[in-house]
């Protein structure tokens, strides 16, 4: 079974930056799709950012211009640079992985990591 571990969360002030990384423990690591998702206590995690088996990428509007998200087939690591954050980027923050796109898109996965706490005050 994959597993995914996310690091890199913080404390910061709003306009600040953080970069979150993802662990992925897998031999197939080139062939997944993947996803960063958030979720504050209370609301449904959501995707933010998603990248494709062969690079494709897309955002969710609100991080769209602020968030990059990249990945390293060396290190099995998938990375999330997030730039000018605000206080409403607040959330623990998880990343997934699957070598079908739309089970990454509806995040209907089996597990999840334990994520990471991004917490920006204004």
């Known amino acids: 079974q994959v597993q995914f571990v996310e690091s890199g969360g913080g404390l910061v002030q709003a306009g600040e930056s953080l970069t979150l990384s993802c662990a992925v423990s897998?031999?197939?690591?080139?062939?997944?799709?993947y996803g960063w998702f958030r979720q504050i206590p209370g609301n449904q995690r959501e995707m933010v950012a998603f990248i494709s088996s062969g690079g494709t990428i897309h955002y969710k509007e609100s991080v769209a211009g602020r968030f990059t998200i990249s990945k390293d087939g060396g290190k099995n690591t998938v990375y999330l640079q997030m730039d000018t954050l605000k206080p409403e980027d607040t959330a623990v923050y998880y990343c997934?992985?699957?070598?079908?796109?739309?089970?990454?898109?509806?995040?209907?996965?089996?597990?999840w990591g334990p994520g990471t706490q991004v917490t920006v005050s204004s």
């Open positions: 997934n992985g699957d070598f079908l796109i739309a089970t990454v898109f509806s995040g209907d996965f089996a597990s």
């Open positions: 897998t031999s197939t690591f080139d062939n997944l799709a």
